[in-house]
């Protein structure tokens, strides 16, 4: 905690060395050692790459795998649809001819007591 604050407090002289006009020397970075792969030429990197290539292949495959089945339940959504606006059509039409079939019968028993009041 200390260091961080000493940090803090080098930091700050220099941003008030710099307003003053003040050259200052910024502090020395660590020394990064350069990351080492197994093999001294590029066939580790081209292994990867080839393996992505690899990889990245099976993945447009599997888009288009699921772009087809998207269609075809599309398709099967529409033909639902279809089905079912055709079952209420029908049931429509029989319904209606249920109650013209209804009302007829009614007519010609309301004609047939009226015709005929007593006997």
């Known amino acids: 905690m200390a260091a961080i604050e000493a940090g803090k407090l080098n930091l700050m002289a220099a941003k008030e060395d710099r307003e003053r006009g003040r050259e200052t020397t910024t502090p020395r970075l660590p020394d990064i050692e350069p990351q080492v792969f197994p093999s001294g030429d590029y066939t580790y990197i081209l292994e990867i790459v080839m393996g992505m290539q690899g990889t990245m292949g099976k993945l447009i495959e599997a888009v288009e795998s699921l772009k087809r089945q998207s269609e075809r339940?599309?398709?099967?959504?529409?033909?639902?649809?279809?089905?079912?606006?055709?079952?209420?059509?029908?049931?429509?039409?029989?319904?209606?001819?249920?109650v013209l079939a209804g009302a007829l019968a009614g007519w010609m028993i309301t004609t047939y007591i009226s015709m005929h009041p007593g006997k």
């Open 73 to 98: 339940q599309g398709d099967k959504l529409d033909s639902i649809g279809r089905d079912v606006h055709a079952a209420k059509v029908v049931i429509s039409v029989v319904g209606a001819l249920i």
